[in-house]
């Protein structure tokens, strides 16, 4: 994606609420002033999943469009992976932006394509916060990096700081991203291959014993065991709270604490010692600018990333 590209404004899970209406006009211009051509698609207000799931496909067979903001978030995006063509996606890839629930969205268009996508909300641009406010500064900071990233530096965006939480590297295509959306996918055709690949986690809602549950739903799907690495971004509600275990203690708790006799059993466990780990140790790394702040980088859902102990400023 570059400047003079068609961009298309998408929904695929929740509608959007009316009053919002002037907000996705100031960031149609927000786009405009970085160079970019939006077009407003149908039903970002209303429409079930075959109109949202047609109007994406609308967007893929345009040659004109080159890339895919879904301005949305919720609960329903999974409603529309029935209707998507799969085929028609892999034949005329480009990159679909979104975040939160649009994890659904993400990890089946790569799970049954190869293509890959950007966990990023272009609501940021604006420096929409999950509150509802604009935040100034912030927004400036989001237009800056999108406009760098337009002009060919793309790290300007994705080039998140972190940290090794255990482990000094891991390397792998990126899957995941929303933990509660991604569990989802769980058991359906749009579950993406764990095997090597890196698992991003992160979340807005839920405390200790939300965690707990996903995560033990991951250790039952053989996660642990099948990917490269795992790399955790913000858990906002969690971090907040700040009371009880941390997100990376309850991953190293479920990585490392044994098999559970259901684990064998599971369909989706499919072949997971294909990628022993250095040391039987699963690498884990933590970055605090991947997730449901405002002022969140993004990263590509779906392609190769490559992360070692170098030193972190600001993770």
């Known amino acids: 994606m570059r400047r003079g590209d068609r961009v298309a404004l998408v929904r695929c899970s929740n509608p959007q609420p009316s009053q919002n ?3 996705f006009k100031a960031l149609a211009e927000t786009l405009r002033r970085l160079g970019l051509e939006p077009v407003e698609t149908p039903f970002l207000y209303g429409g079930g999943a075959r109109e949202r799931a047609e109007a994406l496909m609308d967007c893929y067979r345009d040659e004109s469009i080159r890339a895919l903001f879904d301005i949305s978030g919720g609960d329903m995006a999974n409603e529309v992976l029935p209707y ?11 990159p679909f932006w979104g975040y939160s629930d649009l994890t659904t969205v993400i990890n089946a268009i790569y799970a049954k394509t190869g293509a890959p996508s950007m966990l990023y909300q272009a609501r940021n641009l604006l420096g929409w916060t999950m509150k509802g406010n604009l935040d100034g500064e912030t927004a400036r900071l989001q237009q800056d990096r999108m406009g760098r990233f337009l002009a060919g530096d793309e790290a300007a965006l994705t080039g998140f700081p972190y940290r090794m939480v255990r482990g000094t590297a891991m390397k792998g ?18 579950w993406p291959d764990l095997r090597g690949n890196i698992l991003l986690l992160e979340a807005h809602g839920g405390k200790e014993p939300q965690m707990r549950t996903y995560l033990s739903q991951l250790k039952q799907l053989g996660a642990f065991q099948q990917a490269a690495g795992i790399l955790l971004g913000t858990f906002t509600v969690l971090e ?6 941390s997100m990376e203690d309850l991953v190293l708790e479920y990585a490392d604490g044994g098999s559970l006799e259901t684990e064998s059993s599971s369909p989706l466990r499919k072949d997971i010692h294909a990628h022993p780990k250095t040391d039987g140790i699963l690498p ?11 002022a969140a980088m993004g990263i590509w859902i779906g392609r190769e990333l490559e992360l070692s102990a170098a030193p972190c400023h600001s993770c």
């Open 240 to 245: 907040e709270e700040g009371k009880g275990l």
């Open 173 to 190: 295509t990126v899957v995941g991203g929303n933990i509660r959306c991604l569990l989802k996918l769980a058991g359906t055709p749009y």
């Open 21 to 23: 209406r002037d907000r």
């Open 84 to 94: 998507l063509d799969y085929d028609i996606i892999r034949e005329n890839q480009k």
């Open 284 to 294: 884990i790394a933590k970055t605090c600018h991947i997730g449901h702040s405002a």
